[in-house]
């Protein structure tokens, strides 16, 4: 309401119904996406650290469509189909809707991001992402994105690195210090997606999947705008 509002008093707009706005705001989403790739480039060109961190954090397609709630699946229109019913392994429960792959500075500001299908593993959904990072940074990650090949050929190719925690049972165990400093650096996108999420209605009204997708691509660049001051 407060954008349409804004179109009607800045933009010389005709007052718009919400529908009218809705369809206006669908037929930007190319621009509206490419608008953020040029701002998480500048703002890429603007950290000198060049330290990124990688993660991904789900959106249920319902507040109540939870771990309890499951049998309320088969009701739900906006999503159909297994593909949307996945696990978040952090919070060891499982959601039905999509899942948010997120690439952030170190300081918690996302630089790129793509949304897919909640049952698609993070190095599936991390296909969709550019990934494209200066030279000579560093990209910190999870278990959960562990692919040794994968991590190669990325250090390899891109004049980057990929500093990827272990399990365990790793085969590539990091010494102590290293694992520490994954650790450390990690914390910013958790900060991030705590402070992100918190803008986020209790519901994310939408009526078709699009939408609903785009709704949480403005919600990320909004969160973005304002981690930087603007």
Not at 141 to 150: I, S
Not at 154 to 180: D, I, L, V, W
Not at 206 to 211: L, M
Not at 222 to 230: E, M
Request: with cysteine.
């Amino acid at each position: 309401m407060v954008a349409k509002h804004y179109m009607e008093q800045h933009w010389g707009q005709n007052r718009l119904d919400k529908s009218g706005f809705t369809r206006r705001l669908h037929a930007l989403t190319d621009t509206l996406l490419a608008l953020f790739a040029t701002f998480g480039d500048l703002l890429k060109q603007l950290h000198g650290e060049a330290r990124y961190v990688l993660d991904s954090f789900p959106v249920a397609v319902c507040y109540k469509m939870r771990q309890k709630h499951l049998g309320r699946i088969p009701r739900c229109k906006l999503l159909t189909g297994k593909a949307y019913h996945g696990r978040c392994a952090s919070k060891r429960s499982w959601f039905y809707g999509l899942k948010v792959q997120v690439v952030t500075t170190n300081d918690g500001i996302p630089v790129e991001f793509y949304i897919h299908a909640g049952a698609e593993s993070e190095g599936t959904g991390r296909r969709g992402l550019p990934l494209d990072l200066p030279a000579g940074s560093v990209r910190y990650t999870d278990a959960g994105y562990t692919d040794y090949v994968t991590e190669d050929l990325f250090n390899e190719a891109s004049g980057s690195q990929q500093q990827t925690a272990r399990k365990r049972n790793s085969k590539r165990p990091h010494h102590p210090a290293q694992s520490f400093l994954i650790q450390y650096f990690r914390k910013g996108i958790e900060t991030c997606f705590s402070q992100l999420t918190a803008r986020f209605p209790k519901q994310i009204h939408a009526v078709t999947a699009a939408g609903f997708a785009l709704k949480i691509a403005l919600f990320i660049f909004a969160h973005a705008l304002y981690q930087v001051g603007i």
